[in-house]
Every structure is written in structure tokens, then in C-alpha cells.
């Protein structure tokens, strides 16, 4: 095991159940090559090298990496925006792979399936939510990429709970951003949203156009903001019904009281008066992008109307599977670009440069 390696290991300690116990851990008999791409420290290029994963833990799938997408989270932890990151990390949590070993204990998963790995890899399962399935508000949950390996790699192993199967019907090449970006848009659609409402997309990339995609084949009536012109006959390509642009405050004015919905995907600065003006009564602003300026919120603009604002972060294993039927039966693939996993800084910079349309896929070319 490479030193760099271990310290990352050592920094795995949130879930207790996750650490190797000599006596009942599946010993490493399979002679496997493991490499990855690491980042030895923020904004810096990874590099390939060979990883030792040690001993499978009994609760653990081991997945072969097939293709992973690239989310712009991956670019936020590299570039440590959000001060958590771990270094070396292994990033990339948009895993489409086959299983090839499950710990003695893991169930539901078996060798040689498709599957499929998120922003998250591991939770308690004893909390009050873990028990009613909302895994992903654990407080032990383990993200993919903070102190975690993740998918940009030969192989990356999760907790058997959080190794989705793929429905056959998957586009598979493609599915990847679905396992982050596309269940962190999906989630409010299933939780708040009725086939009859309107609802808004705001921002058109990489989690907009998808929610674009999702919100039409819901039924919805789906108007898509973004502040780039350049997308309005793409957005309506995906499926929106209108298109304005984000920066038009006076035109926004003019909805004031028609989304049921709106969900913000932008990690930007708007005019969040105005958009919470433009909510029905009884209506909600949900936020999955990660902006970091505070969002001002007028009392009196959600008491009146009885409206609300919200968050969620990705979803529960069960939300991800059902995501997934729901692109299979709709065929809703996201837009991807694909890049041989070897050209992983250029992808990066790519991303970075906010070129992609709309989702970057890394195939494995180990
Ligand atoms: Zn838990
Ligand atoms: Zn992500």
C-alpha cells in the first residue's frame, strides 16, 4: 500500500462498521492490479498509480469501473471550495461498473451485475434514518470522494446497501451522472412535485437539463431559466415547455404567483426576490445547487402565500433505484461529452471551463 494511500484509510473512521476485522474479513486472495487517479493536494493534476485496497470488509461490493461521470462536485473537491476535502483523494462518485468480489455479508448484490455508485458509499443502517430509508441523512453517512476512494479508478467498493442495480433497459454508456446529479433532481420531482403543476428548472447544465428531462416525462409544465441564450432551443429540446433567461428580472416579475415548483440547480447569485415572488401559493423553492452566498428570505414573502424554501442532497438508495426505473422506462439518458479516463485533467479543465454540454462521462482505459 502506497503511504498516501494509508493516510487516506486512516481518515476513513465514520463508519465503524466499515473497518476490516481480522477474524471475519475476506482475505485479499484475488491478485487484482488496482490504479487510480489521484489528487495529492488541491488543484493539483492527478496521477495514476497502484492502489492496494487491502481485504475486502464483510459488508462491502467491489465494483470494476466501467465508465464514471464527472460532476462538478468532483471539480469543487479537488479545488477544496468547500474547505472539507481530504488529500490524496480519489474522486469521481458517477460509477456505472460490474460487480467482481461481495463481502460474506452483503446482500441483494451478486458478481457480475450491473451497477451502479453515487455521492454516497456507506451509512450506519442502525439510525432512526437509515431504519425509515433515508439513508442519506445519516449522520455517519460516508460520502464517495471526502475520505472515501472513489470511481475514477480501476475499481471502488461500497457498502452493499448503496451498490445500486442498473434495470436492464439503462443506457449504461450514459448513465453515470445519473447516480449523482440525476437523483439530487429526480428527489424533489418524486417528493414535492404533481404531474399537473408548473414547475421551473433553474440553470441549464449539468443537473438542469436532466431535471428538464425529468420534470417533461412527469407530465409537468416546465419552464427552464438559464442565464445563456445559447441553450434556450436545447432546453426546449429536453423538454421544457418555456425558456427565460435567469437574468431577466422584470420578465421573471411577470410569473409572480405561478410555479408550484421551482428548483434552483445554479451555484450563483439571482434574483431570489423575484423567484420566490413568482411561486403560487402553497409553493416551494428548492435549492440543490451549492451557491454559497446566503439566499435572502422575506418573512412576509412566505407567510402570505404559505410558500416555503428548501434543500435536499442527492437521495436514499431506494430513490436512486426508482430514479433509475423511471429513466429506463422514459429513456432519459443525460447529454454527455466522453473522455478516455487517461485525459482526466483535460476533462477537468473542461468542466471547469463550463464548455461541457452537459455532463462529462470518463470511460476506463486502464
Ligand atoms: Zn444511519
Ligand atoms: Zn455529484
Known amino acids: 500500500m502506497s503511504t498516501s494511500t494509508q493516510t487516506r484509510d486512516e481518515s476513513v473512521g465514520s463508519s465503524k462498521q466499515q473497518q476490516p476485522s481480522s477474524s471475519t474479513a475476506v482475505p485479499s486472495f484475488r491478485s487484482v492490479n488496482y490504479k487510480a487517479w489521484i489528487a495529492k493536494g488541491p488543484k493539483q493534476p492527478m496521477v495514476l498509480e497502484t492502489v492496494d485496497l487491502g481485504p475486502l470488509t464483510n459488508e462491502d461490493v467491489e465494483v470494476a469501473v466501467e465508465s464514471c461521470g ?41 458478481v457480475g451485475q450491473h451497477v451502479g455508485v453515487g455521492w454516497n458509499s456507506a451509512s450506519c443502517m442502525h439510525c432512526r434514518q437509515c431504519m425509515s430509508g433515508s439513508h442519506h441523512l445519516c449522520p455517519e453517512v460516508q460520502a464517495t470522494i471526502l475520505g472515501h476512494r472513489g470511481g475514477f479508478a480501476t475499481h471502488i467498493r461500497a457498502h452493499w446497501a448503496w451498490v445500486i442495480p442498473l434495470p436492464e433497459k439503462l443506457n449504461f454508456a450514459d448513465a453515470g451522472p445519473l447516480l449523482c446529479g440525476g437523483i439530487t433532481v429526480f428527489s424533489p420531482l418524486a417528493m414535492y412535485a404533481t404531474p399537473s403543476q408548473r414547475v421551473g428548472i433553474i ?37 421544457a415547455n418555456h425558456v427565460l433567461s435567469s437574468k431577466d428580472s422584470a420578465a421573471i416579475k411577470k410569473l409572480a404567483g405561478s410555479f408550484d415548483l421551482l428548483i434552483s440547480t445554479v451555484n450563483v447569485k439571482l434574483d431570489w426576490e423575484a423567484m420566490i415572488a413568482a411561486l403560487a401559493p402553497n409553493g416551494r423553492l428548492h435549492v440543490v445547487g451549492a451557491v454559497l452566498e446566503p439566499i435572502p428570505v422575506a418573512a412576509f414573502s412566505l407567510i402570505g402565500q404559505q410558500r416555503s424554501v428548501s434543500g435536499s442532497p442527492s437521495g436514499s438508495p431506494v430513490a436512486t433505484a426508482t430514479m433509475l426505473d423511471f429513466a429506463a422506462r422514459h429513456n432519459i439518458a443525460p447529454q454527455t461529452e466522453h473522455y478516455p479516463m487517461s485525459k482526466i485533467n483535460e476533462a477537468f479543465a473542461r468542466l471547469e471551463s463550463g464548455k461541457a454540454r452537459y455532463r462529462i462521462v470518463l470511460d476506463a482505459d486502464f
Open 70 to 110: 464527472l460532476c462538478h462536485s468532483d471539480l469543487s473537491v479537488l479545488n477544496n471550495d468547500w474547505g472539507n476535502s481530504q488529500f490524496p483523494a480519489i474522486l469521481g462518485h458517477e460509477v456505472i461498473g460490474r460487480v467482481t468480489a461481495v463481502g460474506p455479508n452483503a446482500k441483494g448484490i451478486t
Open 203 to 239: 440553470g441549464i447544465g449539468g443537473l438542469g437539463h436532466m431535471a428538464v428531462k425529468f420534470a417533461h416525462a412527469y407530465g409537468c409544465d416546465v419552464t427552464a431559466f438559464t442565464s445563456s441564450e445559447s441553450k434556450f432551443d436545447e432546453a426546449k429540446s429536453f423538454g
